[in-house]
Nanobody, 117 residues
C-alpha cells in the first residue's frame, strides 16, 4: 500500500509562488511515474504536470513556463514549483503515483491552492 501526502498549499497573491510537495511511503518510488493534478470547484480533475522514472516531464499548455515538476528519489518526494500564479490556478492540487507493475493508481488527499488578492 502506498500513501501520498501533499503539503505546501495556501493563499497567495497573483504573481506569487508556491512549492507543493508530495511525499510517498513505501519502496520503489524511483520507478513510479508521478503526476500533479488539480480540481477546481465544479470542474473535473485535470493533469497539470507529470514526471517519469527517467525524469521525462510533461506540462499542460497553460502552465508551461510557470510550473516546474521535479523529484527527489532519495526523499521519496515529488515537487511542483508554481510561479507567476494566477487566480485561475486556484484549485485543490493532488499528486498521483503510478507504478508499472500495479493495476491501480495512488492518490494523495489534496492540498488547497488559492490565488487571490
Amino acid at each position: 500500500q502506498v500513501q501520498l501526502v501533499e503539503s505546501g498549499g495556501g493563499l497567495v497573491q497573483p504573481g506569487g509562488s508556491l512549492r507543493l510537495s508530495c511525499a510517498a511511503s513505501g519502496s520503489h518510488f524511483s520507478l513510479a511515474t508521478m503526476g500533479w493534478y488539480r480540481q477546481a470547484p465544479g470542474k473535473q480533475r485535470d493533469l497539470v504536470a507529470s514526471i517519469t522514472s527517467g525524469g521525462t516531464t510533461y506540462y499542460v499548455d497553460y502552465v508551461k513556463g510557470r510550473f516546474t515538476i521535479s523529484r527527489d528519489n532519495a526523499k521519496n518526494t515529488v515537487y511542483l514549483q508554481m510561479n507567476s500564479l494566477k487566480p485561475e490556478d486556484t484549485a485543490v492540487y493532488y499528486c498521483k503515483a503510478r507504478y508499472p507493475w500495479m493495476t491501480v493508481d495512488y492518490w494523495g488527499q489534496g492540498t488547497q491552492v488559492t490565488v487571490s488578492s
